[in-house]
């Protein structure tokens, strides 16, 4: 198993947020209930889990400035110096097709007053292009929302001709970007990156009003990222990218010489496809010093997913030209991880999980899927414990979005304990006989 999973192991965090002071954490009834989604997202729960996993961060330190809706907020946010915090007040923040925020400073951080992302949204009404354009390092923002851009709500690129690191984006809601929620690109004609940042706890979302801005054949998606190293994505809502003609990007999409990501406890709801590691299969991406996957130029290096939920039961989506591709796919991805993940789809998909190209290798096991797990090429891939053709009545109200396994469920104890991790979705214990999918009996 790719060693990469072992710091999954328990899965602990390893964001910034402050553990001692930490939000409700209550489980919810349902491993993918979505009744209260905004509510849950924006009070620092996690799709489900206990205390720790979305605690609120620790208060700033340093400098903080207080701004209010009636302020400048792109004067202001520019005008921060390294190191301090803008804390915004709970109103709306309305942007115009003039307005772009450049975050240059290393260590600055915009967060919502109230620890509500509802309650702190920052508008591009259709008129702005971006929300905030991340160029620095250490940049964190959490506890507001971004909604109606016309391309992308959050774009991390570094600037100043240097590769940056460490960028947070906590407890955020992105609502209606017309092109990627989240983009994560390179600079400088591709020879700096964004590397080692994180998005934890944050809702993500293309609704019916969203998706009929999307231009250029479906071209939007929730994270997507080129060329970029040691990604943490988890406990995430992810909902809704689709459209009615052309094949949206994933969920979550690392590709173009992705490496080293890790991505769990997401939850994934009627997206076109759920997770994604590499594209294609042509050597266009990063090139990394010590020479990853024997020295091929791969799409994506030792990426793991693990413990995440994907669900589609939408008759739009399904209806659509693509319909659910995928639930989690690879390509060209090098030594790729995929263990203990669910996919469940009241129709069928695709595939619930693909693997193609001469290059894609690694490991998939210990995963739980409504349908089929599919060959479509692939390298060498080591297959165990995979349940495909699981029907509604292995999980305890599939139909609702519950995919807890119900007694008698042939998931239950059929696990590969050589690739498992000791915790499932909502921190729940594995044992030597772990079960099948993201969540143990």
Same mark, same amino acid.
């Given at each position: 198993?790719?060693?990469? !999973?072992?710091?999954?192991?328990?899965?602990?965090?390893?964001?910034?947020?402050?553990?001692?002071?930490?939000?409700?954490?209550?489980?919810?009834?349902?491993?993918?209930?979505?009744?209260?989604?905004?509510?849950? *997202?924006?009070?620092?729960?996690?799709?489900?889990?206990?205390?720790?996993?979305?605690?609120?961060?620790?208060?700033?330190?340093?400098?903080?400035?207080?701004?209010?809706?009636?302020?400048?907020?792109?004067?202001?946010?520019?005008?921060?110096?390294?190191?301090?915090?803008?804390?915004?007040?709970?109103?709306?923040?309305?942007?115009?097709?003039?307005?772009?925020? /450049?975050?240059?400073?290393?260590?600055?951080?915009?967060?919502?007053?109230?620890? /509500?992302?509802?309650?702190?949204?920052?508008?591009?009404?259709?008129?702005?292009?971006?929300?905030?354009?991340?160029?620095?390092?250490?940049?964190?923002?959490?506890?507001?929302?971004?909604?109606?851009?016309?391309?992308?709500?959050?774009?991390?690129?570094?600037?100043?001709?240097?590769?940056?690191?460490?960028?947070?984006?906590?407890?955020?809601?992105?609502?209606?970007?017309?092109?990627?929620?989240?983009?994560?690109?390179?600079?400088?004609?591709?020879?700096?990156?964004?590397?080692?940042?994180?998005?934890?706890?944050?809702?993500?979302?293309?609704?019916?009003?969203?998706? *009929?801005?999307?231009?250029?054949?479906?071209?939007?998606?929730?994270?997507?990222?080129?060329?970029?190293?040691?990604?943490? !994505?988890?406990?995430?809502?992810?909902?809704?990218?689709?459209?009615?003609?052309?094949?949206?990007?994933?969920?979550?999409?690392?590709?173009?010489?992705?490496?080293?990501?890790?991505?769990?406890?997401?939850?994934?709801?009627?997206?076109?496809?759920?997770?994604?590691? @590499?594209? @294609?299969?042509?050597?266009?991406?990063?090139?990394?010093?010590?020479?990853?996957?024997?020295?091929? !130029?791969?799409?994506?290096?030792?990426?793991?997913?693990?413990?995440?939920?994907?669900?589609?039961?939408?008759?739009?989506?399904?209806?659509?030209?693509?319909?659910?591709?995928?639930?989690?796919?690879?390509?060209?991805?090098?030594? *790729?991880?995929?263990?203990?993940?669910?996919?469940?789809?009241?129709?069928?998909?695709?595939?619930? !999980?693909?693997?193609?190209?001469?290059?894609?290798? @690694?490991?998939?096991?210990?995963?739980?899927?409504?349908?089929?797990?599919?060959?479509?090429?692939?390298?060498?891939?080591?297959?165990?414990?995979?349940?495909?053709?699981?029907?509604?009545?292995?999980?305890?109200?599939?139909?609702?979005?519950?995919?807890?396994?119900?007694?008698?469920?042939?998931?239950?104890?059929?696990?590969?304990?050589?690739?498992?991790?000791?915790?499932?979705?909502?921190?729940?214990?594995?044992?030597?006989?772990?079960?099948?999918? *993201?969540?143990?009996?």
């Amino acid at each position: 198993m790719n060693t990469l !999973i072992l710091s999954l192991l328990g899965l602990a965090c390893s964001g910034a947020q402050d553990t001692d002071t930490p939000a409700d954490s209550e489980g919810r009834d349902s491993a993918t209930d979505t009744a209260d989604t905004a509510d849950t *997202a924006d009070t620092g729960e996690g799709p489900v889990g206990p205390e720790g996993w979305c605690a609120p961060l620790a208060e700033p330190t340093g400098d903080v400035v207080q701004v209010g809706p009636d302020e400048d907020l792109e004067a202001v946010l520019e005008g921060l110096p390294a190191g301090a915090t803008a804390v915004l007040a709970a109103g709306t923040y309305t942007l115009d097709a003039e307005s772009y925020i /450049r975050l240059s400073q290393d260590g600055v951080r915009i967060q919502g007053a109230t620890g /509500r992302a509802e309650d702190v949204v920052i508008d591009g009404q259709w008129l702005a292009g971006f929300g905030l354009s991340i160029q620095a390092s250490n940049v964190v923002v959490s506890d507001l929302t971004l909604q109606r851009f016309y391309y992308h709500p959050i774009h991390v690129t570094p600037g100043s001709g240097r590769s940056i690191e460490g960028v947070q984006i906590y407890r955020v809601r992105v609502i209606d970007g017309a092109e990627q929620a989240i983009k994560i690109n390179t600079g400088g004609e591709g020879s700096f990156f964004a590397d080692s940042g994180s998005i934890a706890c944050s809702h993500l979302e293309l609704t019916d009003t969203g998706r *009929a801005q999307v231009r250029n054949n479906c071209y939007t998606g929730g994270v997507d990222a080129h060329q970029a190293q040691g990604w943490e !994505i988890r406990d995430n809502h992810i909902e809704g990218f689709w459209c009615e003609s052309g094949l949206s990007e994933h969920g979550v999409h690392f590709w173009r010489g992705g490496r080293d990501t890790q991505v769990f406890r997401n939850v994934l709801v009627n997206n076109a496809r759920g997770i994604g590691f @590499g594209l @294609g299969s042509d050597d266009v991406g990063r090139r990394y010093e010590d020479a990853p996957c024997g020295g091929e !130029i791969a799409q994506s290096y030792g990426e793991v997913a693990v413990n995440n939920l994907v669900y589609a039961d939408s008759a739009a989506l399904f209806s659509s030209s693509s319909g659910f591709d995928a639930g989690i796919a690879l390509e060209s991805a090098c030594e *790729a991880t995929v263990v203990h993940n669910t996919v469940y789809s009241t129709q069928a998909p695709y595939s619930s !999980i693909e693997y193609r190209w001469p290059l894609s290798s @690694g490991v998939i096991a210990n995963n739980l899927v409504s349908h089929n797990v599919r060959d479509r090429g692939a390298g060498e891939i080591q297959l165990s414990a995979n349940l495909q053709e699981a029907p509604a009545a292995w999980f305890v109200d599939a139909l609702a979005m519950d995919l807890h396994l119900a007694a008698g469920s042939q998931a239950i104890d059929s696990g590969d304990a050589a690739h498992s991790v000791e915790q499932d979705a909502e921190g729940k214990s594995r044992d030597g006989t772990p079960d099948v999918g *993201a969540l143990e009996y």
